[in-house]
């Protein structure tokens, strides 16, 4: 991987998110670590996000503060990331398959977002509209996109930060920590992303990145 910063010069990070692993922040947590590189993983618990907001624009997170300098906006976040990290690419059009793909899921993801505010039948009914209306779609469009790039990453033939986006997705829709969406969703809509999860966690650094939590 070619990284623009060497150690000497790398910037002091910071990466400021909720205790979870999933969600905005852990593509750009993934990067870093795949990239090697330094950062303080400020985690924080739900309860305390009403004071971690009040520092933040917008009232949100994640937020990336790279020497002193907080910066929004997850998506320019995980890019950085990437471009440190040497996991995003150099090409502009490969740069522009990589973009697709994380507006993409990033789209879905604010689709996903107002129920969690939901509960009860109000949270039930949103959900299953996403799982029998556009999570489907995505899903089949991520698959074909997949597949037509070699069908093991995204972009450039190797491991970006597209890939690491996909995968965080992925395991969350997975997971059965989302009431209401079915935990085999993506293997009956699309299979191939499952590989692809199975092939991005078997990556030695993400390996490592989640092994360190086991302990």
């Known amino acids: 991987m070619i990284k623009i910063f060497s150690e000497d010069n790398m910037p002091q990070l910071k990466v400021t998110y909720f205790d979870v692993h999933g969600g905005r922040a ?7 670590a795949v990239g090697g590189i330094d950062f303080e993983d400020h985690r ?12 933040t ?16 906006q997850c998506d320019a976040q995980l890019r ?23 507006f993409v899921v990033e789209e879905a993801s604010m689709r996903m977002g107002p129920t969690y505010r939901m509960t009860g039948e109000e949270q039930k009914a949103a959900r299953l509209a996403l799982v029998n209306g556009s999570i ?11 597949k037509a790039h070699g069908g093991e990453y995204f972009a450039d ?9 996909v ?4 395991r ?14 993506v293997e009956q809509v699309a299979p191939a992303l499952n590989a692809h999860m199975k092939r991005v966690a078997e990556h030695p650094a993400v390996a490592a990145y989640y092994a360190k939590f086991a302990k």
């Open 26 to 32: 852990e593509p750009i947590r993934l990067a870093l």
């Open 44 to 55: 924080f618990a739900y309860p305390e996000f009403a004071e971690v907001r009040k520092t």
């Open 57 to 72: 624009p917008f009232g949100q997170v994640p937020t990336l503060t790279v020497d002193g300098v907080q910066v929004t």
């Open 80 to 102: 950085y990331a990437g471009k440190l990290a040497g996991l995003y690419p150099n090409d502009a059009f490969q740069a522009l398959l990589c973009d697709e793909v994380m």
């Open 136 to 146: 489907p779609v995505y899903l089949r469009w991520l698959e074909q996109q997949l």
């Open 157 to 165: 033939n190797r491991l970006t930060v597209a890939d690491l986006k």
């Open 167 to 170: 995968f965080v997705d992925i």
């Open 172 to 185: 969350g829709l997975n997971s059965g920590r989302l009431d209401h969406v079915p935990t085999d969703l």
